[in-house]
C-alpha cells in the first residue's frame, strides 16, 4: 500500500489510476486565501502556521473545498474523508493554538475504503479539530497503516542540490538542517516515515533512514 501526499496545487491525472493507495493532501495557498477573505490575520510562528480558535473553522472549510475538487479531478473511486472526522490523532502545539502534531494513526473509515478498492482522499486535520501540517499526517497515517511507501509530489521533481535532482538523501544529513524552505518539512517527515520502516521518497528523491 502507498500514501501519495500531493499539495493543494498539484493534481496529477494518474492518481486516479492508482491502486490500494491513500491520498492525502495540503492547502495552505487556499487556507491563506480564505482567511484573508474573513478578515483574519495569517501568522506564522517559527516557520509554522497558527491557527486561533476563531480561524479552524475557516481553515477546516478550505481543507474541506480542496478536497472536494481533488476528489472530483480523481475520478469515481475517489471518497473524501475529514482527518478529524475519522481518527487521525495528533498531540496539541499550545505555541501554535489550534495546531497539533499528528500520531500514527490507522482510521477505520480509510481502511474500510482501500477494502473496496476506492482510493481515500484525506484532508490533514485532527481531532479536536486540530490544524495539522500535510506532510506530517501523511507520514502518520503511512506508518498507522502499515503501509510499504510513501511518495511526497511537489511541483519539482525531487530534492534539488545545485538544480540537480538528488538520487537520495540521507537521515543524516536532513537532521544536520543543510535544507531550508517548503522541501524541509517534506524531508523531516520523510525521514519519519523512513525511521519506521516505510520506503519515503520525493519526486524522484529517495529519503533513507
Do not use: W
Not at 490500494?20 to 480564505?34: C, R
Not at 501568522?43 to 475538487?69: D, P
Amino acid at each position: 500500500m502507498i500514501v501519495v501526499k500531493v499539495g493543494g496545487a498539484v493534481i496529477d491525472d494518474a492518481l486516479g489510476e492508482l491502486r490500494n493507495a491513500v491520498v492525502v493532501h495540503g492547502g495552505g495557498p487556499q487556507i491563506s486565501a480564505a482567511m484573508g477573505a474573513a478578515g483574519l490575520e495569517v501568522k506564522f510562528v517559527g516557520g509554522r502556521r497558527f491557527t486561533s480558535a476563531a480561524a479552524i473553522e475557516v481553515v477546516r472549510g478550505a481543507l474541506l473545498e480542496v478536497n472536494a475538487q481533488l476528489c472530483e479531478a480523481i475520478g469515481p473511486r475517489a471518497v473524501g474523508l475529514a482527518g478529524d472526522e475519522v481518527g487521525l490523532c495528533a498531540t496539541v502545539v499550545p505555541e501554535l493554538g489550534r495546531v497539533g502534531s499528528p500520531e500514527p494513526s490507522r482510521p477505520q473509515a480509510v481502511v474500510d475504503a482501500l477494502a473496496q478498492g476506492l482510493i481515500p482522499v484525506v484532508a490533514p486535520l485532527a481531532v479536536g479539530p486540530l490544524n495539522v501540517n500535510a506532510d506530517e499526517a501523511a507520514a502518520a497515517l503511512a506508518i498507522g497503516l502499515g503501509a510499504d511507501r510513501i511518495l511526497f509530489l511537489t511541483d519539482v521533481p525531487g530534492v534539488l542540490r545545485d538544480d540537480e535532482v538528488l538520487d537520495h538523501i540521507g537521515a543524516d544529513e536532513v537532521e544536520a538542517g543543510c535544507f531550508e524552505g517548503g522541501i524541509v518539512p517534506k524531508l523531516h517527515a520523510a525521514v519519519v516515515a523512513a525511521k519506521r520502516g516505510v520506503r519515503a521518497e520525493i519526486g524522484r528523491t529517495l529519503v533513507t533512514a
